[in-house]
């Protein structure tokens, strides 16, 4: 069932990086919490990001339709980030505001059900996993129960899955870096969770015929991309 906010327009679920979210408190406890929150309460961030957080914060019920502050979110930054405190005020909010996607008993239910659900609150196309990744994020740092298929890591990216085995495990004599597909077309994508979105670089040349600067440049770019994969898990 969607959320209508006091003006009667739908609230859109969260869709911001959990980690996002959690900074973005944190600010306000540092730089004190106003009687009522606009784009510059949290000015060091992207336009992007600040239309965001205000969202969230709204969806939440930390904020009302016209952005004075709650109860709730005094609370919450009142309390120093990581302790009980803070995740049981943060669990008490999830079981609020997500109160369809909470019944459907987190311990058992599958993927496409709490897809379902957040959709159903008014996320769409592009947000509506993002809006997931919230919601599970948030509820696992709480200490909720989840389904192992909840939480599991997702599949690769298509250019890494239709890689041969084979040619995962060989390694460039120079580099030590795992050789990709031969030819064709590939692509790595790598999530930037601090403005939302996604970095895609994609090559169609044989990776065979590379060398010198070519080579060091292709190369370079995908340690980068791994590099910051691990970075970010």
């Given at each position: 069932?969607?959320?209508d906010?006091q003006n009667g327009?739908k609230?859109?679920?969260?869709?911001?990086p959990?980690?996002?979210?959690?900074?973005?408190?944190?600010?306000?406890?540092?730089h004190?919490?106003?009687?009522?929150?606009?784009?510059?309460?949290?000015g060091s961030?992207?336009?992007?990001?600040q239309?965001?957080?205000?969202s969230?914060f709204?969806?939440l019920g930390?904020?009302?339709?016209a952005?004075r502050?709650?109860?709730?979110?005094?609370?919450?930054?009142?309390?120093?980030e990581?302790t009980?405190d803070?995740?049981?005020?943060l669990?008490?909010l999830?079981?609020e505001?997500?109160?369809n996607?909470?019944?459907?008993?987190?311990d058992a239910?599958?993927?496409a059900q709490?897809?379902?659900?957040i959709a159903?609150?008014?996320?769409?196309g592009?947000t509506?996993?993002?809006?997931v990744r919230?919601?599970?994020?948030?509820?696992?740092?709480?200490?909720?129960?989840?389904?192992p298929?909840l939480?599991?890591?997702?599949?690769?990216?298509p250019?890494?899955?239709?890689e041969d085995?084979?040619?995962?495990?060989?390694?460039n004599?120079?580099?030590?870096?795992?050789?990709?597909?031969?030819?064709?077309s590939?692509?790595k994508?790598v999530?930037?969770?601090?403005v939302?979105?996604?970095?895609t670089?994609?090559?169609?040349f044989?990776?065979?015929?590379?060398s010198g600067?070519?080579?060091?440049?292709?190369?370079?770019?995908?340690?980068?991309?791994?590099?910051?994969?691990?970075?970010s898990e």
């Amino acid at each position: 069932m969607e959320k209508d906010n006091q003006n009667g327009q739908k609230a859109v679920p969260v869709y911001l990086p959990f980690k996002s979210f959690q900074s973005a408190v944190q600010s306000l406890r540092t730089h004190g919490l106003p009687s009522a929150l606009d784009r510059t309460a949290f000015g060091s961030r992207s336009g992007a990001d600040q239309v965001q957080i205000l969202s969230a914060f709204k969806f939440l019920g930390l904020i009302d339709d016209a952005n004075r502050t709650q109860p709730i979110l005094r609370n919450l930054v009142s309390v120093a980030e990581g302790t009980a405190d803070e995740k049981a005020i943060l669990a008490a909010l999830l079981k609020e505001r997500y109160a369809n996607i909470i019944a459907l008993n987190l311990d058992a239910a599958t993927p496409a059900q709490v897809n379902k659900a957040i959709a159903d609150y008014g996320a769409g196309g592009s947000t509506t996993s993002r809006s997931v990744r919230f919601f599970l994020k948030a509820a696992e740092y709480c200490g909720m129960k989840l389904s192992p298929r909840l939480t599991a890591r997702k599949p690769r990216s298509p250019s890494s899955s239709n890689e041969d085995g084979e040619a995962r495990k060989r390694k460039n004599a120079n580099t030590d870096v795992p050789v990709p597909p031969s030819s064709g077309s590939s692509f790595k994508t790598v999530e930037l969770p601090d403005v939302g979105g996604e970095l895609t670089v994609s090559g169609t040349f044989n990776f065979f015929d590379l060398s010198g600067a070519e080579r060091e440049l292709v190369f370079g770019i995908i340690d980068k991309m791994k590099a910051f994969e691990k970075g970010s898990e």
